[in-house]
């Protein structure tokens, strides 16, 4: 995305849309009618008649905001699920191709396994993340909120379940994926911001990446477990 700028306010407005033709002109149109300038449009899950988009928005004003969902929400059938004021709007393309560069420069298993973490929280915005291998967690940032026992029937749930598995659902405030070829599992939590279809799949790529690094790197020193 463009950089925000300078002397305006810098807004990510996360909207459910009916996915019909013309609505998501209709959603911008109200944005403009506030003075609003969309920088850009990230359309994070789409199912069979809604859309959750998010839109990055430049106000003249933070006063305008809640007058601003007003507006959207007239829109027919149109939610806004969050708005954030940001300093800078992310750039989800930029943002993975750091992450898997940050996971490449790893120069060992033990130092793959806290990138990986340390990343993807940053990445996705996470409270927490924490990866847990071979049923313990090695390495974890933030406060995790499940214990060692609940993480590992999450992680048991999700083997069992195809859809949770390849990131097409879970829990809202949950995003998991396993490093495949490696008793591995990374866990991220956050807050008041449900993990969308989108990042789910983004999050598999990741642990994609790593898997691949995890079979080329010497194993280091391993972190005790938490």
Known sequence: ????????????????????????????????????????????????????DEFAVELPDLDLLSLLVKEVEEVDGAFVEEVRVVAAFPDPRLDALESAADLCEAADVSALRIRLVDSSRREFLADWGALLVAGEVVESVGDVEPGVELLGALAVGAAASPMVAEGETGPDDLALATVPGQDAILFLGRTGRPFRRRERAQLLAITRIAARAWKLLPAGVPSPPR
Do not use: F, Q, T
């Open 1 to 52: 995305m463009n950089e925000p700028r300078p002397g305006r306010a810098h807004v990510l407005v996360r909207v459910w849309l009916p996915d019909r033709p013309g609505a998501l002109g209709l959603v911008a149109s109200r944005i403009g009618a506030m003075r609003g300038d969309i920088i850009g449009v990230d359309v994070l899950e789409r199912g069979v008649d809604v859309a959750v």
